[in-house]
Nanobody
């Protein structure tokens, strides 16, 4: 069964760094776009970073210049390096990817289980 498995996150002091990873498991024929959204309590889900799968990246305004997304297309794993973390970065981070399962050959969006990132002041 195709799914996304997230790891990383945790608790860090302001100014510190954390890394997240997101791995596609199961029989995946193709990986397209991959990225992360985040949602803080009482707030809407917002884009953090996205890799389009064509070598292009996009970042949310709040994290641009501090976060870096990279994707290993062979391993079908994405990485989010978060530097200069601020308390306002505290949220649950959800990875997503456009995956084409070998079984169906129909691309669709998949979401990870979410991982908590907490930045203390």
């Amino acid at each position: 069964q195709v799914r996304l498995v997230e790891s990383g996150g945790g608790l860090v002091q302001a100014g510190g760094s954390l890394g997240l990873s997101c791995a596609a498991s199961g029989s995946v024929l193709r990986l397209g776009a991959m990225g992360w959204y985040r949602q803080a309590p009482g707030k809407q889900r917002e884009l953090v970073a996205q890799s389009t799968g064509m070598g292009n990246t996009k970042y949310g305004e709040a994290v641009r210049g501090r976060f870096t997304i990279s994707v290993d297309n062979v391993e079908k794993t994405g990485y989010l390096l978060m530097n200069g973390l601020k308390p306002e970065d505290t949220a649950v981070y959800y990875c997503y990817a456009l995956l084409t399962p070998l079984e169906t050959e129909i691309p669709r969006d998949y979401w990870g289980q979410g991982t908590q990132v907490t930045v203390s002041s």
